[in-house]
Nanobody
């Protein structure tokens, strides 16, 4: 099965930290760009951070200096280290992969199922 599986969400107090992980299933050979998006209740899904296969990173202004994205290309895994969390960071966080190469074709875009992050004040 071709899928991205997130883990690491949970409940944390403001100022705390969480680390999210997103791993591609074994049927995935490679992924061009990987990133994290989030969707808060009543809001549209928004970009949090992306990491291209070439090593370029991009962050939303709201998380710059607090969040760090990294990836392990050999394992088709992307991480999001979230520090100094704020209540406004509360959302469902989704992993995304673009240019997902499998043994039988390429997925232009693939999404994980999402993981809840809740930051209490």
């Amino acid at each position: 099965q071709v899928q991205l599986v997130e883990s690491g969400g949970g409940l944390v107090q403001a100022g705390g930290s969480l680390r999210l992980s997103c791993a591609g299933s074994r049927m995935i050979r490679s992924i061009d760009a990987m990133g994290w998006y989030r969707q808060a209740p009543g809001k549209q899904r928004e970009l949090v951070a992306t990491f291209t296969s070439g090593g370029d990173t991009n962050y939303a202004d709201s998380v710059k200096g607090r969040f760090t994205i990294s990836r392990d290309n050999a394992r088709n895994t992307v991480y999001l280290q979230m520090n100094s969390l704020k209540p406004e960071d509360t959302a469902v966080y989704y992993c995304n992969g673009e240019g997902v190469l499998t043994g039988f074709g390429v997925y232009k875009s693939l999404w994980g199922q999402g993981t809840q992050v809740t930051v209490s004040s």
